[in-house]
């Protein structure tokens, strides 16, 4: 578990999320909790801004999407298929 799921998730779990951190940074949202995480984006002050470009990204993102309803872990029955730019680990399509 990194910094953020270490530090980060206790203090947003005490405000009434419990945000996992996706593995390896995979997560799926719908296009009304994307409108919801563009508006978060667009009001975020530069120093904070810079606070979540990258690292962190994840929780954000969970965060802004959660103001339109509820997040949930959804698992695959499927491995991911990785985009032809990026090379698929052994094994798997």
Partial sequence: MTGIGHRGRPLIAAAGFDVPQPPAGDLALSREALAAVLRATEALPAQVAAGVDGYG????????????????SVQFDAPKRHAGSFP?????P
């Avoid at 990204?57 to 949930?72: N, Q, T, Y």
């Avoid at 698929?88 to 798997?92: F, L, R, V």
Wanted: cysteine-free; glycine content about 10%.
């Fill in 88 to 92: 698929a680990p052994a094994g798997h």
């Fill in 57 to 72: 990204i994840d929780a954000f993102i969970l965060l802004a999407a959660a103001v339109i309803g509820p997040i949930s």
